[in-house]
């Protein structure tokens, strides 16, 4: 059994039900690393074993996560417990399709998720793909930073998959440098880096998704999928540039349309196929699931789209 691991905050999400009433919002669960388990558990054959880390609280909603993983195959072996506090929760809102976030957050447990050195070693020696990103580093102390990016170093040393999408959420961090010098720092510990192009040309500047996609292997990574909402996405691996052409497709929602891009790439990618056939995978993904609201679609709602479990 081969094992996928997730790292980051997990958080109730409302998401607008305008069928239902103008103020009438629907309650799931959600948080990027969390969408890319989703999706990647979705795509995956099952020999392999995807399991999240992070930690929740004692609120009552904190077990209802649980069992939603539970009951969609995601492991919960690495997930603890912070009595005193309790889980995040985040809004979308929606302006012709485009999302923006509104987040309570500041206190949640799972700002306390890389506290365990022990336990945090046991995940990253059981993986063979560890998984994380730029909204799991902005909600740690540095200490915490400091433990995942040197672990996921060190990871890619010993031959693991190691995994980062930078997903830039200035409004998570002290300030845009810091942003920038711990995205870049995270960089150098993973193999693979799956930026989105629109954020990184605001942040980082970069004036084409190629610049976007050099920068990141100058970084130290080894292979980097430069994500383009509908336009030309751009995948860089070692010298081989190749760009894939997108239809631009008006969204329902784009919540979740990068970390589901990413299940499915990822997915694709550590059973054997290229990274332009992963690339196509991970979008036909991301094409379904910008068609409904929220981050998560059902599992079963992916056939055709996933590779059947
Ligand atoms: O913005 C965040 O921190 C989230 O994790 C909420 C969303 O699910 C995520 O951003 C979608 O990519």
Same mark, same amino acid.
């Given at each position: 059994m081969?094992?996928?691991?997730?790292?980051?905050?997990? #958080?109730?999400?409302?998401?607008?039900a305008?069928?239902?009433? =103008?103020?009438?919002?629907?309650?799931?669960f959600?948080?990027?690393?969390l /969408?890319?388990?989703?999706?990647?558990?979705?795509?995956l054959?099952?020999?392999?074993?995807?399991?999240?880390?992070?930690?929740?609280?004692?609120?009552p909603?904190?077990?209802?996560?649980?069992?939603?993983l539970?009951? /969609?195959?995601?492991g919960?072996?690495?997930?603890?417990t912070?009595?005193?506090?309790?889980?995040?929760l985040?809004?979308?809102?929606?302006? /012709?399709? =485009?999302?923006?976030f509104?987040? %309570?957050?500041?206190?949640s447990?799972?700002?306390?998720?890389a506290?365990?050195?022990?336990?945090?070693?046991?995940?990253?020696?059981?993986?063979n793909?560890?998984?994380?990103?730029?909204?799991t580093?902005?909600i740690? @102390?540095e200490?915490g930073?400091?433990?995942?990016?040197s672990?996921?170093?060190?990871?890619r040393?010993?031959?693991?998959?190691?995994?980062?999408?930078? /997903?830039?959420?200035?409004?998570?961090?002290?300030s845009?440098?810091s942003m920038?010098?711990?995205?870049?720092?995270a960089?150098?510990g993973?193999?693979?880096?799956?930026?989105?192009?629109?954020d990184?040309?605001e942040w980082? +500047?970069?004036?084409?998704?190629e610049?976007?996609?050099?920068? %990141?292997?100058?970084?130290g990574?080894?292979e980097?999928?430069?994500?383009? +909402?509908g336009g030309? #996405?751009?995948?860089?691996?070692?010298d081989?540039?190749?760009?894939? $052409?997108?239809?631009k497709?008006? @969204?329902?929602?784009?919540t979740?349309?990068?970390?589901?891009?990413?299940g499915g790439?990822?997915?694709?990618?550590?059973?054997?196929?290229? @990274?332009?056939?992963a690339?196509?995978?991970?979008?036909?993904i991301?094409?379904?699931?910008?068609? $409904?609201?929220?981050?998560?679609?059902a599992?079963?709602?992916?056939?055709?789209?996933?590779r059947?479990?």
């Open positions: 081969s094992l996928f691991l997730s790292i980051g905050e997990a #958080m109730v999400e409302l998401s607008s305008p069928d239902a009433g =103008e103020d009438i919002w629907r309650l799931g959600a948080g990027d690393t /969408n890319t388990a989703w999706y990647a558990r979705a795509c054959p099952d020999d392999w074993d995807v399991q999240y880390m992070t930690r929740l609280g004692q609120d909603f904190s077990p209802r996560l649980l069992d939603f539970a009951t /969609n195959s995601i919960h072996r690495f997930i603890t912070e009595a005193s506090r309790s889980v995040g985040y809004a979308i809102q929606l302006e /012709n399709g =485009e999302r923006s509104a987040y %309570w957050r500041g206190q447990a799972a700002r306390l998720l506290e365990d050195p022990a336990l945090l070693d046991e995940a990253f020696a059981a993986s793909a560890i998984y994380l990103s730029g909204i580093l902005a740690l @102390p200490k930073r400091d433990a995942l990016i672990r996921l170093s060190a990871a040393t010993a031959g693991k998959t190691t995994i980062f999408d930078p /997903n830039l959420r200035p409004k998570l961090w002290e845009a440098d920038r010098d711990w995205l870049t720092r960089a150098a993973a193999a693979l880096v799956l930026p989105s192009f629109d990184e040309a980082f +500047g970069d004036t084409s998704p610049a976007c996609a050099r920068r %990141w292997q100058q970084a990574a080894a980097v999928v430069v994500k383009n +909402g030309s #996405m751009v995948i860089l691996q070692d081989r540039l190749d760009t894939r $052409h997108a239809e497709v008006s @969204p329902v929602d784009s979740g349309a990068g970390d589901s891009f990413n790439y990822l997915a694709a990618r550590l059973t054997g196929s290229t @990274p332009l056939e690339a196509e995978a991970g979008h036909a991301a094409l379904k699931v910008i068609g $409904h609201r929220g981050a998560l679609i599992m079963s709602d992916l056939k055709g789209a996933a059947s479990r």
